[in-house]
């Protein structure tokens, strides 16, 4: 069972994973001749020592909100993800600075949002498709020059809340594709027909037919993380003594 604990007073967080009380092998040095040893290893037990006596906490993950900065498959880079104790929201720093070091969650109170850095289209896939698909003979390279101009143009009409994006997982999780909306399209077709004539246009209307789903024609939008500290005063633990004195100073009164 994945947990995320806090504590509250020192504002730590451990990730319990089925894999923390598993033992950790070290391998000897090439020059060694002894077999690996097991080194027996509890990391949660580390933590609760190193916190012991401050008031914890369970928090809860919250789905689909992993979001990293590189592709999935680097194993280094910072991922955040978010987690709730049912009245404050956290976005949970993940990273590793080096390969061979473990995974470092950092806990930081508030959000973060997804902001858009640009909305294009894959200008040089289009026409490199474009050119193997359809005969030069039929479409110039100067035509299609004046194909990505148009789209161009259409792009900037674009709203991107009106689009759908395509589901397939991207490699990169801050890059999206999206589908061009059926008004856009239209438009796109109609310019064209101006654009090609008789076999031409038949062949570019049959291109865009071909890749409007999900192909060369789809926009990419790239987000940038960005995170939304609340201004969180640090809780300052009160020493256990003083906390007694302050309660009989209470009393007495
Ligand atoms: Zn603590």
Request: with cysteine; proline share 6%; charged share 30%.
């Amino acid at each position: 069972m994945y947990r995320l604990v806090r504590c509250l007073t020192c504002n730590e967080i451990f990730f319990k994973t089925p894999y923390d009380q598993w033992p950790e092998y070290e391998y000897p040095s090439p020059l060694s001749t002894d077999v690996f040893q097991i080194v027996e290893k509890d990391d949660y037990q580390d933590f609760l020592k190193q916190h012991q006596d401050h008031p914890m906490e369970n928090l809860e993950i919250l789905k689909d909100s992993l979001v990293s900065e590189k592709p999935y498959s680097e194993p280094i880079k910072i991922s955040y993800f978010k987690a709730t104790n049912g009245k404050e929201t956290f976005v949970i720093k993940k990273f590793r600075t080096r390969i061979d070091e473990p995974l470092a969650y950092q806990l930081i109170p508030g959000d973060y949002s997804l902001n858009l850095l640009r909305l294009e289209i894959q200008s040089e896939a289009i026409s490199k498709q474009l050119e193997k698909e359809i005969d030069p003979s039929l479409i110039s390279n100067h035509q299609i020059e004046s194909f990505l101009k148009l789209f161009q143009k259409i792009l900037k009409t674009i709203d991107l809340k009106n689009l759908d994006r395509i589901p397939e997982e991207s490699p990169h999780p801050l890059e999206i594709y999206y589908k061009l909306d059926d008004i856009s399209l239209v438009y796109l077709l109609r310019n064209c027909r101006n654009m090609f004539k008789g076999q031409a246009y038949r062949a570019i209307e049959a291109f865009i037919d071909r890749h409007k789903e999900d192909g060369v024609l789809l926009l990419k939008a790239t987000y940038q993380i960005k995170i939304h500290e609340s201004a969180q005063k640090r809780k300052v633990p009160i020493p256990i003594q003083n906390a007694y004195k302050e309660k009989q100073y209470i009393e007495k009164k």
